[in-house]
């Protein structure tokens, strides 16, 4: 069986740090990325890395601020959340994409999914 299983989600304030991680078993992904949705809003791309081209991508609103890693002997990706604003208030989904998807943004390239972490961010 597949298992994505995100853990780190919280309460912040406002300037805050948090690190998402989710841990996947049961299959290979080629590329791991995060979504996220906000209160009353769709689900939306945030940030995906490639196991082969080890090259990342971010929605504009995260870049300077987000960081997506992966640590391949652990199967397991993290998101690094610096700065936090209360506009990153959201449910956060870890995400797989098995090969040979490439480095994807759409949320229809993505096969499995995790249950999702809530952030808060107060102002």
């Known amino acids: 069986q597949v298992h994505l299983v995100e853990s780190g989600g919280g309460l912040v304030q406002a300037g805050d740090s948090l690190r998402l991680s989710c841990a996947a078993s049961?299959?290979?992904?080629?590329?791991m990325g995060w979504f996220r949705q906000p209160p009353g809003k769709e689900r939306e791309f945030v940030a995906a890395?490639?196991?082969?081209?080890?090259?990342?991508v971010y929605t504009e609103s995260v870049k300077g601020r987000f960081t997506i890693s992966r640590d391949n002997a652990e199967n397991t990706v993290y998101l690094q959340m610096d700065s936090l604003k209360p506009e990153d208030t959201a449910v956060y989904y870890c995400?797989?994409?098995?090969?040979?998807?490439?480095?994807?943004?759409?949320?229809?390239?993505?096969?499995?999914w995790g249950q999702g972490t809530q952030v808060t961010v107060s102002s």
């Open positions: 890395f490639n196991y082969f081209s080890k090259n990342t």
């Open positions: 995400a797989g994409a098995p090969p040979p998807k490439g480095l994807v943004i759409s949320s229809d390239d993505y096969e499995f």
């Open positions: 049961g299959r290979f992904f080629s590329t």
